[in-house]
């Protein structure tokens, strides 16, 4: 469930289809620059009730970093 909506997600905010993201994906394949992270982690605080601090985004390389983060906190 997790995975899917932070799948979701990235589609909404990169324009992409959902069988291009999976848990390998890395936030390079999707083109994601500083301010797109900053504004997909914004997104995903709110989603999961989370927060992201700045180390923790340096941490993240893949989707399945984003979902294992999003379990632990």
Known sequence: MIFERIQQVICEQFDLEPE???VN????????????LYDLAQTLEAAF????HEDDLAELKTVGDIVRFIENN
């Open 49 to 52: 009730d989370v927060a992201f």
């Open 20 to 22: 291009k993201i999976t």
């Open 25 to 36: 994906t890395t936030l390079d394949d999707v083109n994601a620059d500083s301010l797109d």
